[in-house]
């Protein structure tokens, strides 16, 4: 079983930051692509930044110049430090990994956690 945890969401007021974390843990025998997406009420779920597993990154234009994902391949662990916060960036920010399970491939999800920026 694959396991991850997210944490560092919370409230914070508009140009502040916030890093968050994401640590996975379990019967994974590689990483591939890590990813980090938010979600609003009534909106899809938007990717905002993807790291692979060549140090490859990628970032969505609304974020761009703002945030940074990195990893720490000896701690199976993903990053994302967001600067300049906006309103906007407000929803709750999912972990994303791709890796190989005993079985193959597998596609895995963290329990999210909450960004609030207030204006």
């Known amino acids: 079983q694959v396991r991850l945890v997210e944490s560092g969401g919370g409230l914070v007021q508009a140009g502040g930051s916030l890093r968050l974390s994401c640590a996975v843990s379990g019967n994974i025998f590689s990483i591939n692509a890590m990813r980090w997406y938010r979600q609003v009420p009534e909106k899809q779920r938007e990717l905002v930044a993807t790291i692979t597993s060549g140090d490859n990154r990628n970032y969505a234009d609304s974020v761009k110049g703002r945030f940074t994902i990195s990893r720490d391949n000896a701690r199976n662990t993903v990053y994302l430090q967001m600067n300049s916060l906006k309103p906007e960036d407000t929803g709750v920010y999912y972990c994303?990994?791709?890796?190989?399970?005993?079985?193959?491939?597998?596609?895995?999800w963290g329990q999210g956690t909450q960004v609030t920026v207030s204006s």
């Open positions: 994303n990994v791709q890796g190989r399970v005993l079985v193959g491939p597998g596609d895995f």
